[in-house]
């Protein structure tokens, strides 16, 4: 197989352009925070824009960094994206658009945030209206594309919230930037108590693009299709993690049911469990992955 071609500023003119996308909470604005001081410690003219704000899952988030000998504008037109990074799914597919036609890489996480008002009823198996492509679909549309499930794999290495330093070690195999700057940055950005996870799933993301490039069998790169699931009071797990929680208190104000409190240290609690339908509302809706519902027996294929 012929190596693909690494991005280099010094060989074009024009400037390389990346767009990270994403929804609330995911770590985008990182991302891109960690390509654009990369860039500057290289000595290259960079500019970042990005729209975010939306303190709740569902909200998009969207990063454009453009870097090169000079840059005027900030912002990327539609067709000229050399690199799309998607933490979301669904989001993914959104921007692709903005791909170059002859040469954009894709590589996205097939991590799903379906958000709240994609659930257009609380009835049994009811449709979500959230996109049903999957990787073989997008497959011929783009020059190169990866789906690699980087939220399991950065779970599995124990910090779900590495998944956007996993894509960061995707993203570095398209560029010719030095591998141990990465590292440098990263470590200097992220929470000093997560800098060896976070080292770890960057390498595991390169690797897995790297072998994947050579047709090597990689894990991680499953989609499975995406269930609801049936809604029941005896099933439903719901599960806090405490440390995760800023108190916002977005999930008490949005459940349905009225079942969920701050206590007196500011963090959430399920006050009274035997009205909790399981609807994923809090879930969704929290910013910090501070809830999850574990209430599947039987899931209902869509
Ligand atoms: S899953 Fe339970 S606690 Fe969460 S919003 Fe729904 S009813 Fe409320
Ligand atoms: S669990 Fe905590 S952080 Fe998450 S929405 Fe509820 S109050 Fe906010």
Not at 3 to 10: H, T
Not at 35 to 48: E, F, P, S, T
Not at 106 to 111: E, L, N, Q, Y
Request: charged letters at 25%; one cysteine or more.
């Amino acid at each position: 197989m012929t190596e693909p071609k690494k991005l280099d500023p010094k060989d074009i003119t024009e400037p390389i352009n990346i767009l990270i996308v994403g929804v609330g909470g995911q770590g985008v604005i990182m991302v891109s925070k960690v390509l654009a001081q990369i860039c500057q410690n290289l000595g290259y003219q960079v500019k970042q824009s990005e729209v975010h704000g939306m303190a709740k899952r569902g909200g998009v988030v969207f990063s454009h960094v453009r870097f090169g000998t000079q840059v005027w504008s900030p912002t990327i037109p539609v067709g000229k994206v050399d690199v799309l990074i998607a933490l979301e799914w669904a989001e993914g597919l959104r921007w692709m658009n903005y791909l170059r036609p002859d040469s954009g890489v894709f590589i996205a996480d097939t991590k799903r945030i379906v958000p709240p008002f994609a659930c257009r009823s609380r009835v049994l198996g009811a449709d979500i209206g959230y996109s049903k492509d999957t990787p073989a679909d997008i497959r011929e549309k783009v020059a190169e594309a990866f789906a690699l499930d980087a939220t399991e794999m950065a779970t599995k290495a124990g910090n779900e919230r590495a998944a956007n330093t996993l894509l960061l070690g995707a993203l570095s195999t398209t560029l010719t930037f030095p591998t141990e700057e990465w590292r440098n940055v990263i470590a200097k950005m992220v929470p000093p108590k997560t800098i060896d996870v976070n080292l770890a799933v960057f390498d595991q993301g390169r690797n897995w693009i790297e072998r994947s490039r050579h047709g090597e069998p990689v894990e991680g790169g499953a989609f499975v299709p995406l269930v609801q699931p049936e809604v029941s009071r005896e099933r439903t797990e719901l599960v806090i993690t405490p440390e995760w929680c800023k108190g916002c208190d977005i999930c008490v104000k949005m459940c349905p049911e009225h079942c969920l409190i701050l206590n007196k240290d500011q963090i959430v609690e399920l006050a009274e469990p035997e009205k909790c339908t399981g609807c994923h509302i809090c879930e969704w809706l929290c910013p910090d992955f501070a809830i999850s519902l574990n209430p599947i027996t039987q899931e209902v294929s869509l």
